[in-house]
């Protein structure tokens, strides 16, 4: 089937799409936005610096309506949330969002509910337009660099006044291995520092719940679940974590779950591989240790 990615220049997130594209073609075709070289081998290429989603209805749906694309796939990000639905539109296609599993005779997965339930979708008529949950499928590896032609100029409908990026010091919470997260349960923003300590013993990144973003504790760029960040570390430590079906969501796909709460009908342990029940203070300060002596 022929397949369109629409992806910022970003090498993890057009790598997991190229793995996806596998699942429908051989050699996809892009439209890359950004500034920058186009990672990997494409059929053909555009590329646009914009990445207003707005602006680019348009243009998009008439590309895809000249190529005859079947498919078309973008991220669970900013841009590809904002496309999907107006693409959708434009195109009278359908829009399958936050894919997580691709299956045979073109079926896909997407999770409801918090991730307590999977309903499978058929594809059945073309151009079928999908999200991609990030994390869920392993980034293929991108060779060279396609040449790309430039994606026809419109007027814009939307103007950027200002944007602002927040720096964040360590390792990515996306690309974290592993991941220290506290909750409400922690009490104090000041309790974040023994996290912080653990997780720098591991090299990892230091994550949190709702609850604690929401007490002001951690800054909203740190919250993870399906209102925040989507990860799939080797390990995560929920310390102080109750377990909301929201928090779940955005930890689903970790690996290993260690967690460590004093209540012992917390229900992060229905989804822990590893538990503790204790005061984090206690444990917290002993695996640190116990991972420098380790070293």
Known sequence: MKT???ENIDLKKIGELVTVSKQFCDAPDIIALGEGDIPGSFGKA?????????NLVSTVSNLIKQENYEVILMSVSTLGSGLAGPLSAALAAPAVTEVTAIHPDMVVDRPLYGGK????????????ILTIR????????LD???ASTALEAVKDKVTLVAEKHEQTDGIPLEDANVIVSGGRGIGDPE???MLQEMANQLNGAVGASRGAVDEGWASPTRQIGQTGKIVAPSVYFAVGISGASQHLAGIANSKCVVAINKDEDAN????????VVCDYKKIVP??????????
């Open 144 to 146: 060279g660099t396609t």
């Open 117 to 128: 339930a999977i309903i499978k979708h058929k594809i059945e008529s073309t151009p079928t």
């Open 4 to 6: 369109l990615i629409i």
């Open 191 to 193: 309790n974040f520092n």
């Open 268 to 275: 992060i342990f229905n989804r822990a591989r590893f538990g």
């Open 134 to 141: 990030r994390k869920y499928f392993e980034p293929a590896q």
């Open 46 to 54: 555009w590329q646009s610096d914009s990445a207003i989603p707005a």
């Open 286 to 295: 002993i695996l640190t240790q116990a991972i420098m002596e380790g070293k």
